[in-house]
């Protein structure tokens, strides 16, 4: 039970991650700078946790903890800023496959720390994402060289980014403390680094409390507060491989959200690759039942 409900909360916690293109593209139409945007959703989003946390959990932390999980809230917070500049630069369906590629940059680097090579079922997963990824990012039809490079280069530092906060959510965990303490926690260095990348003079000029505040709720919640919340709950009981591979369900979320809202072209090709991509996520999870009822079968035949 804590394992699958592990699996929702890290698919769950993608795709609102995937959502946040959409968010941010309606802010720079409404004339909002990227450091508003990053500043007023990380602030929003450390506020809004520390309330919860303080009303729920009063613990104290560790020093060790703090800087661990302050750490994975740098990765966060380094995702988000560059991927709201790749966002400045290429549609919103396509920085979200540049940011896509954190799958296999993650996936690699789990497998490094791990000292463990990926199973077969993860190797043909990635494959399948790897694939999907092509046909959703117009790959094969030559519009993808026609993208701005400076747009291609922030998307693809933010996979890199994005690849490390969803290993290191699980690993940073602590069972002494309470997912909210954790998530307040993490949230923090994620504002903190914003800060220091975009310094909060929205919170001097009073942009804050103009038309901002709507779009930085929005990404606050799902951009701060339900990734970081939902990552820290499920990915330190499934591993940071899996994890990697559930969190590829950020991408149809963006696909679709940028079509529907924001009226970007999307073709049957990318569709075909949004379809692939979802059957990459199923597969490990198909091949772990089938091994286990496997196992299961020759238990009850002894």
Known sequence: MVYWRSVLFVFLGACSYGMLSTFVKLAYKAGFSPGEVSGSQMF???????????????????????????GVGVASGLTGILYYQSLQYVPASIAIVLLFQFTWIGVIIAAIMERKKPGIEKIVALVLLMVGTLLSGNVFTGEFGQFNLIGIV?????????????????????????????????????MLVTFIIYPPSFLINGALMSDLLLYALQLALFGGIIPVLFFTLGVSHIGGGLATILSAAELPTAVLLSRIVLHENVTMLQ??????????????????KRRANRMQTDIISM
């Open 44 to 70: 929003l989003a450390m506020v809004c946790m520390w309330g919860v946390a303080l009303l729920f959990s009063r613990q104290r932390i560790g020093t060790k903890q703090c800087i661990a999980l302050m």
């Open 154 to 190: 922030f998307g693809l530092l933010s996979a890199i980014t994005y690849a490390l906060f969803v290993i290191f959510s699980g690993r940073a965990a602590s069972g002494e403390l309470s997912p909210y303490t954790r998530a307040a926690v993490t949230l923090t260095g994620a």
């Open 271 to 288: 569709w075909l690759g949004v379809l692939i991509i979802l059957g990459g996520i199923a597969f490990p999870e198909f091949v772990r």
